[in-house]
């Protein structure tokens, strides 16, 4: 299934959302879900963090494709490839909806106490650095 993710900065701080479904329920993960038929990943991106956060966003750019594939033994449970964007917040006051639990805005030194998987702290660490790149 093709996913979709975003890392929105507001300031110096990024979104993260407490997953309200799994996989990975309860934990704190870059935002997104599954693009719907018909929907570009432009689109797909805008709704899921309207859905997930209420905010309104600008993409940037493409930072990371990551595949995430959960076995149980030979069988496999789910696999995604999560197209991960760069976007900054427009406006909106963030909430939790949809399938969120909570929401938060975190700063790039938080990344260690947060356990978040080590492929989501390396898109974020990627979106930081496109973001700051003197090319933007």
Known sequence: MVAVGAIVWKGDKFLLIRRGRPPRQGQWSIPGGRQEAGE????????????????????MEVVAVVDLIEHQGDEVLYHYTVIDMLAEWRSGEAKAGDDALAIAWMTEAQL???ELPDAQCQVIRDAATKRRSPSR
């Open 40 to 59: 570009t990943v432009y689109q797909a991106v805008a709704r899921e963090i309207r859905e997930e956060a209420g905010i309104e966003i600008e993409i």
């Open 112 to 114: 260690p106490e947060l």
